[in-house]
């Protein structure tokens, strides 16, 4: 099943993170998302706003929020562990999480782990009951100026997980861009885009 969150506006106060509750079977989960579109204030210009969307399971929130800053593009996924236990994930190696820019076909244009090495030993991370995690990752001037004009969606997720966050580049809106709400719910796991 493939996920297309759609969001276009970080909204610093947005609270609609849904619980989740788990299936029967045993590697399937539930789960909900939701990502929010807002105009821009004020005026006829028009301005990039940072791209937001959120997924919650297990008292786990996921929240992946794009924005450009000073020509660069800055992705960050925060993992928040609502529950009264740790949140432990295994790992097949060093690697803990990744991030993805995509095209409208699904290509992907970057992904943060390219180049990179990591331990080829077992290893785990977790996140403490009632704390978050920040996983982050900068695209320089140079490399987004080069993909900018066809990236269209940005991908982040925890590595050995079957979860997948998406929501769009950050876009350029005005004062008469409507209000949207995207949300999508997720059952299961498997591939959420092709490489």
């Known amino acids: 099943m493939k996920l297309h969150h759609a969001a276009y506006a970080f909204i610093p106060a947005l609270a609609f993170c849904l619980s989740a509750v788990s299936l029967p079977t045993a590697s399937a989960s539930f789960g909900t998302g939701i990502g929010v579109s807002f105009p821009a204030s004020g005026g006829h210009s028009t301005e990039i706003v940072p791209s937001y969307a959120a997924f919650s399971f ?3 929130i996921e929240e992946l929020t794009v924005e450009e800053k000073h020509g660069r593009l800055v ?3 925060k993992v928040t562990n609502d529950s009264d ?36 030993a077992l290893t785990s991370s977790s996140v403490s009951a009632h704390k978050s995690e920040v996983y982050t990752a900068e695209l320089d001037r140079k490399k987004y100026r080069e993909i900018k004009d066809d990236a269209v969606l940005v991908t982040a997720w925890l590595v050995d997980t079957p979860y997948k966050l998406t929501t769009r580049m950050p876009t350029k809106v005005g004062s008469s861009t409507p209000v949207t709400l995207h949300g999508g719910i997720i059952i299961g796991d498997g591939p959420w885009y092709d490489d």
Not at 100 to 110: E, F, Q, R, S, V
């Open 58 to 60: 297990d008292q786990v």
């Open 75 to 77: 992705m960050e996924l």
């Open 85 to 120: 236990s740790d949140y432990f994930v295994a790992h097949r190696n060093g690697q803990v999480y990744d991030f993805a820019i995509l095209d409208k076909n699904g290509k992907t244009l970057y992904r943060w782990s390219d180049g990179m090495a990591f331990t080829q």
